[in-house]
């Protein structure tokens, strides 16, 4: 199956800083590529849905101001945490969705552990 | 909205036993359904990939199934060993065609005892 990698791995940071979090697919063109959150013994979250060229479209309660979303090319999209705060610490994970001769599966990154001190 | 519950929550057995985990989902108007495992802290293992027009698909000691018209996804584990402890979850994309994002359910966490 196709790859999907996430930087950094884990990251802590003081409240009041910015963060970001890289998804990159490595052997596959993603048009379309998602971003979800996921709380200690909860499900994934999705947070927005990241189109390369145009804007991110995000999901109700997901501050759009707070969570920037950029989608520059096929292959990359990167998550902005902005201003983070402690109830930002979450585990945040991207997936790629793939062309059809993937049959639309979709790959996920390894995640990102953020801790906002 | 599509809504995805799993059941059981949690799981224990010895090695060896044969297993099944059970998924639902509200709206039968799907794309497809995964099947995923994620170890603790981990990101998502996809399993297995059933298209809407399957009914089942195999990997391994790993079966999972579809019926569509009841909403259900059954995720079999054959000989099932302590590398097999994980969390499982199951993922639907919504009716409306959002791009495909998932909804995924709470998960099963199981738990297998040498």
């Known amino acids: 199956g196709a790859v999907v990698s996430q930087h950094p791995s884990w990251v802590i940071c003081k409240s009041g800083t910015s963060v970001k979090i890289e998804c990159r697919s490595l052997?596959?063109?993603?048009?379309?590529m998602f971003w979800y959150r996921q709380f200690p013994k909860q499900s994934l979250m999705l947070m927005a849905t990241s189109n390369e060229g145009s804007k991110a479209t995000y999901e109700q309660g997901v501050e759009k101001d707070k969570f920037l979303i950029n989608h520059a090319s096929l292959t990359l999209s990167t998550l902005t945490v902005t201003s983070a705060h402690p109830e930002d610490s979450s585990f945040y994970i991207c997936?790629?969705?793939?062309?059809?001769?993937?049959?639309?599966?979709?790959?996920f990154g390894p995640g990102t552990r953020l801790t906002v001190l | 909205k599509q809504e995805v519950t799993q059941i059981p929550a949690a799981l224990s057995v010895p090695e060896g036993e044969n297993l099944v985990l059970n998924c639902s989902f509200t709206d039968s108007a799907i794309y497809n359904l995964q099947w995923f495992r994620q170890d603790p802290g981990k990101g998502l293992t996809s399993l297995l990939l059933?298209?809407?027009?399957?009914r089942e698909q195999t990997s391994g000691r790993l079966n999972a199934s579809l019926d569509k018209s009841s909403g259900r996804s059954t995720l079999y584990i054959a000989a099932s060993q302590p590398g097999d402890s994980a969390t499982y979850l199951c993922a639907v994309p919504p009716r409306s065609n959002s791009g495909y994002a998932l909804n995924f359910g709470k998960g099963t966490s199981l738990l297998v005892t040498p």
């Open positions: 997936s790629a969705r793939g062309n059809f001769e993937f049959g639309n599966e979709q790959f």
């Open positions: 052997d596959f063109q993603a048009t379309t």
């Open positions: 059933i298209q809407s027009s399957q």
